[in-house]
């Protein structure tokens, strides 16, 4: 069993910067975790993911160069940091565990294990 639970989440102007956490127990180690987000009206969409060690990672091309994914093992926390936000950054943000070891993916449908969800809004 995994529990995750985010935080971060807020308003920011357009240009601002914002710092996801997502705090996880139970089964993560060797594990993949992913950022998602999600708007009313529209599929879960995949933002970024990390290997387990932090060697690899992966963004969405929509926020590559702005977002920087990292983990520290020591504390089962992953984290997103987001810079210079756009409104259409605007979305609910959700941290998600692999379902299997040592794999990775950007497609939702690979991940078993969700958090509740942080919302971040974006002022234009």
């Known amino acids: 069993q995994v529990q995750l639970v985010e935080s971060g989440g807020g308003l920011v102007q357009a240009g601002g910067s914002l710092r996801l956490s997502c705090a996880a127990s139970?089964?993560?180690?060797?594990?993949?975790m992913g950022w998602f987000r999600q708007t009313p009206g529209k599929e879960r969409e995949f933002v970024a993911f990390?290997?387990?060690?932090?060697?690899?990672?992966t963004y969405a091309g929509s926020v590559k160069g702005r977002f920087t994914i990292s983990r520290d093992n020591t504390k089962n926390t992953v984290y997103l940091q987001m810079n210079s936000l756009k409104p259409e950054d605007t979305a609910v943000y959700y941290c998600a565990v692999h379902s299997k070891a040592w794999a990775t993916s950007s497609n939702r449908n690979d991940y078993d294990y969700w958090g509740q969800g942080t919302q971040v809004t974006v002022s234009s």
């Open positions: 990390i290997t387990w060690s932090g060697s690899s990672t």
């Open positions: 139970g089964r993560t180690f060797s594990y993949t």
